[in-house]
């Protein structure tokens, strides 16, 4: 059976610095992974989705690495902004159904 | 703006009531799906639908039905509130092996007291 862990579950930084976060998967038979962003009482945004056939994605300030090898994928968010602050979701596509990390709460300080 | 619609946003019902929670897309997906999201824990899928006339129990379906009415349309209901179905309900969609992801309605906000 599937299962996404993320760590860490909150991260506070100051803002201007790159950060890294994580998540792993026990199960590497994935057809994709995909990142999501969620506002406080908001629905979820699509960030990024990397084919298991890939090894990463970009989308500006976001880089997406995957190593199915190893089950593990970061996020890797350049110069961060308050207006990054949200919390992060991973989710695993495992027989076209996602199985979900419990996100982790991001807070960017000015 | 094309996506996903799910109505109502806000709901309270009584221990017992039931209500159907709506969800509606216009990308054309082949598949629809229903999760709630509990403080504390990741989504978890309560049905599915990988196609219009298919409907299949995901990882906590007691206590919920579905209906696929057409293409577009995907319905959750509760015929019997119970407190532990408070939650935060997301509906989504998605076309199965498409290079982009699933996208997800803004979710409807269910209180049972």
């Known amino acids: 059976k599937q299962e996404v862990t993320q760590i860490p579950a909150a991260l506070s930084v100051p803002e201007g610095e790159n950060l890294v976060l994580n998540c792993s998967f026990t199960d590497s038979a994935i057809y994709n992974l995909q990142w999501f962003r969620q506002d406080p009482g908001k629905g979820l945004t699509s960030l990024l989705l990397i084919q298991s056939s890939q090894r990463e994605q970009t989308s500006g300030r976001l880089n997406a690495s995957l190593d199915k090898s190893s089950g593990r994928s970061t996020l890797y968010i350049a110069a961060s902004q308050p207006g990054d602050s949200a919390t992060y979701l991973c989710?695993?596509?495992?027989?076209?159904?996602?199985?979900w990390g419990a996100g982790t709460k991001l807070i960017i300080k000015p | 703006n094309a996506g996903v619609t799910q109505t109502p946003k806000f709901q309270v019902l009584k221990t017992g009531q039931s209500m159907t929670l709506q969800c509606a897309q216009d990308m054309n997906h082949n598949s629809m799906y229903w999760y709630r999201q509990d403080p504390g824990m990741g989504l978890r899928l309560i049905y599915y639908s990988a196609s219009e006339g298919t409907t299949d129990k995901g990882e906590v379906p007691n206590g919920y039905n579905v209906s696929r009415l057409n293409k577009r349309e995907f319905s959750l209901r509760l015929e019997s509130a119970a407190p532990s179905q408070t939650s935060v309900y997301f509906c989504a969609s998605s076309e199965p092996g498409a290079a982009y992801g699933y996208t997800f309605g803004s979710g409807t906000r269910l209180t049972v007291v």
């Open positions: 989710a695993a596509d495992s027989n076209y159904q996602l199985i």
